[in-house]
């Protein structure tokens, strides 16, 4: 390359304030040809999974960490061969020097942050590169919890790792086997290489039960089940030790907490030491609001239009939170002030194979009932390709968390941090029920409220609940009270 020289890609602040980001999967090689703005690789960071695209043309001179390996925000993970002109200098380093030269002690950097690719802030910090896993004996060491929700199932994922660069350019790599990113996650957590795997998905997609079936092939020899009871597939969700264990293989496995599930676990620790937690249930007849939701599915606003009962519920709430205003607060430790908000952001608690994140709506309060469904559609489709944006898990007022999905009757839901009130649904079921003086089978559900004490005391806490029960009882109050 005539007056070519080389340039670093640092890793960027992709959210708000983030240090750190995990490299999911590279997509270009030492020696490819790359344009400006083409994506060069995937990394996931404590909110969500981001693609990086590249700032500048040039060729790949080098990728400076394997995938799996957790970088600091700005430090150098590609270094790129341009011809000419130089980059943008917030996104660049000064060219690599030799290998065999000795290092060069840095200058002292100035203490304001730099403005990067994506979002603001450069930390200059030292990178972690964690232990990689070694492959079990056996498929099930690398099986996932059974954990599956109706936003559930799907995630974005790196495919099997790649070798650290070697200094001369590789020969071209081999055709990529063909599979959509959640597949691609389900076969690392098993430990299936899809290079070996036969699609049977349309023009040569490999599916996930195309993974399963290789683990079953690869675990039939070593452990048979019993021919009059076939095994259960594994269903997806990292981070987790495997489901169905079994007790001939290693006695322990180490999972690293990393990603969304360590900024939960974060999160959660600190909401419950730092809000004082109260929670308390009802449990309502939702017959009628079950009727209303099989009746709006037929009505042609709705048509093409995500419509269940948590539509309805969330809509209750809303109408709640309009009569208590109060509910929809945080507080500010700093200020020693209760920040009441006049807009409701709606959380919607979602369990994906990253783990526990909470996207919300924004500006809820202020939507119809066709829109409302559309917001919910588009959170639930976003959240199964794995894309939900960390501006989208930012600024919620409030939360709903839906247990009943896995057949749990109630729970005690911690807050979502900032926030002063979470409602979990139940499952809802059929249970006998006093009905106009006879006992008959009704639809039944049980809602839990949980919320800051600080700032929300039990009449506050009670007439909310209450309000989103008697809703849902009657769903006509949403015409009354709206």
């Not at 600091?72 to 020097?97: C, L, N, R, Y």
């Given at each position: 390359?005539?007056?070519?020289?080389?340039?670093?890609?640092?890793?960027?602040?992709?959210?708000?304030?983030?240090?750190?980001?995990?490299?999911?999967?590279?997509?270009?090689?030492?020696?490819?040809?790359?344009?400006?703005?083409?994506?060069?690789?995937?990394?996931?960071?404590?909110?969500?999974?981001?693609?990086?695209?590249?700032?500048?043309?040039?060729?790949?001179?080098?990728?400076?960490?394997?995938?799996?390996?957790?970088?600091?925000?700005?430090?150098?993970?590609?270094?790129?061969?341009?011809?000419?002109?130089?980059?943008?200098?917030?996104?660049?380093?000064?060219?690599?020097?030799?290998?065999?030269?000795?290092?060069?002690?840095?200058?002292?950097?100035?203490?304001?942050?730099?403005?990067?690719?994506?979002?603001?802030?450069?930390?200059?910090?030292?990178?972690?590169?964690?232990?990689?896993?070694?492959?079990?004996?056996?498929?099930?060491?690398?099986?996932?919890?059974?954990?599956?929700?109706?936003?559930?199932?799907?995630?974005?994922?790196?495919?099997?790792?790649?070798?650290?660069?070697?200094?001369?350019?590789?020969?071209?790599?081999?055709?990529?086997?063909?599979?959509?990113?959640?597949?691609?996650?389900?076969?690392?957590?098993?430990?299936?290489?899809?290079?070996?795997?036969?699609?049977?998905?349309?023009?040569?997609?490999?599916?996930?039960?195309?993974?399963?079936?290789?683990?079953?092939?690869?675990?039939?020899?070593?452990?048979?089940?019993?021919?009059?009871?076939?095994?259960?597939p594994a269903v997806s969700a990292p981070d987790r030790p495997a489901a169905p264990v079994s007790y001939d293989s290693a006695r322990e496995t180490r999972v690293p907490v990393k990603g969304v599930r360590k900024a939960t676990a974060a999160a959660m620790v600190g909401s419950a030491f730092t809000a004082p937690h109260v929670t308390e249930f009802v449990t309502v007849d939702v017959t009628r609001t079950m009727k209303l939701v099989e009746e709006?599915?037929?009505?042609?606003?709705?048509?093409?239009?995500?419509?269940?009962?948590?539509?309805?519920?969330?809509?209750?709430?809303?109408?709640?939170?309009?009569?208590?205003?109060?509910?929809?607060?945080?507080?500010?430790?700093?200020?020693?002030?209760?920040?009441?908000?006049?807009?409701?952001?709606?959380?919607?608690?979602?369990?994906?194979?990253?783990?526990?994140?909470?996207?919300?709506?924004?500006?809820?309060?202020?939507?119809?009932?066709?829109?409302?469904?559309?917001?919910?559609?588009?959170?639930?489709?976003?959240?199964?390709?794995?894309?939900?944006?960390?501006?989208?898990?930012?600024?919620?007022?409030?939360?709903?968390?839906?247990?009943?999905?896995?057949?749990?009757?109630?729970?005690?839901?911690?807050?979502?941090?900032?926030?002063?009130?979470?409602?979990?649904?139940?499952?809802?079921?059929?249970?006998?029920?006093?009905?106009?003086?006879?006992?008959?089978?009704r639809q039944v559900t049980t809602l839990a409220l949980s919320f800051d004490h600080r700032l929300v005391d039990g009449e506050l806490g009670s007439k909310v609940l209450a309000d989103v029960a008697a809703v849902l009882e009657q769903p006509k109050r949403l015409i009354t009270w709206a």
């Amino acid at each position: 390359m005539t007056n070519a020289s080389v340039r670093e890609f640092k890793m960027p602040d992709v959210g708000e304030g983030l240090t750190e980001a995990e490299i999911l999967k590279w997509y270009v090689q030492p020696g490819d040809t790359v344009t400006d703005g083409q994506v060069v690789c995937e990394v996931e960071t404590a909110k969500a999974a981001v693609e990086l695209p590249i700032p500048y043309d040039g060729v790949v001179r080098s990728l400076h960490f394997p995938e799996g390996t957790t970088v600091d925000v700005g430090t150098s993970i590609i270094a790129v061969e341009v011809a000419g002109g130089a980059a943008p200098a917030q996104q660049e380093a000064p060219a690599v020097p030799a290998p065999a030269a000795e290092p060069e002690k840095p200058a002292e950097q100035p203490a304001a942050r730099q403005p990067v690719l994506v979002g603001y802030g450069v930390a200059t910090s030292s990178t972690r590169r964690r232990p990689r896993k070694q492959a079990p004996d056996t498929a099930a060491g690398q099986a996932a919890s059974a954990v599956q929700s109706e936003l559930n199932g799907h995630g974005a994922a790196p495919a099997a790792p790649v070798t650290p660069p070697a200094p001369a350019v590789p020969a071209a790599p081999a055709q990529r086997p063909l599979a959509k990113p959640p597949v691609r996650k389900l076969a690392k957590d098993l430990g299936v290489d899809l290079a070996t795997v036969t699609p049977t998905g349309p023009d040569g997609v490999i599916t996930r039960e195309d993974v399963h079936a290789a683990v079953a092939a690869a675990q039939a020899p070593q452990q048979a089940a019993p021919a009059d009871r076939p095994a259960a597939p594994a269903v997806s969700a990292p981070d987790r030790p495997a489901a169905p264990v079994s007790y001939d293989s290693a006695r322990e496995t180490r999972v690293p907490v990393k990603g969304v599930r360590k900024a939960t676990a974060a999160a959660m620790v600190g909401s419950a030491f730092t809000a004082p937690h109260v929670t308390e249930f009802v449990t309502v007849d939702v017959t009628r609001t079950m009727k209303l939701v099989e009746e709006l599915k037929q009505d042609k606003e709705f048509a093409g239009l995500r419509v269940n009962p948590l539509l309805l519920i969330a809509k209750a709430l809303l109408v709640a939170i309009r009569r208590n205003p109060d509910i929809n607060a945080s507080w500010d430790e700093a200020a020693q002030e209760i920040v009441v908000k006049h807009y409701v952001n709606l959380g919607i608690a979602a369990a994906t194979p990253r783990g526990l994140i909470v996207p919300n709506i924004k500006d809820a309060h202020a939507k119809t009932l066709p829109e409302l469904a559309a917001s919910l559609g588009e959170l639930v489709s976003t959240a199964r390709e794995g894309k939900t944006s960390p501006s989208a898990m930012q600024g919620g007022t409030v939360t709903i968390t839906n247990v009943g999905v896995f057949g749990v009757d109630t729970g005690t839901p911690l807050l979502n941090p900032g926030e002063s009130a979470i409602l979990a649904v139940g499952a809802i079921k059929p249970q006998p029920w006093v009905h106009k003086g006879k006992v008959k089978p009704r639809q039944v559900t049980t809602l839990a409220l949980s919320f800051d004490h600080r700032l929300v005391d039990g009449e506050l806490g009670s007439k909310v609940l209450a309000d989103v029960a008697a809703v849902l009882e009657q769903p006509k109050r949403l015409i009354t009270w709206a």
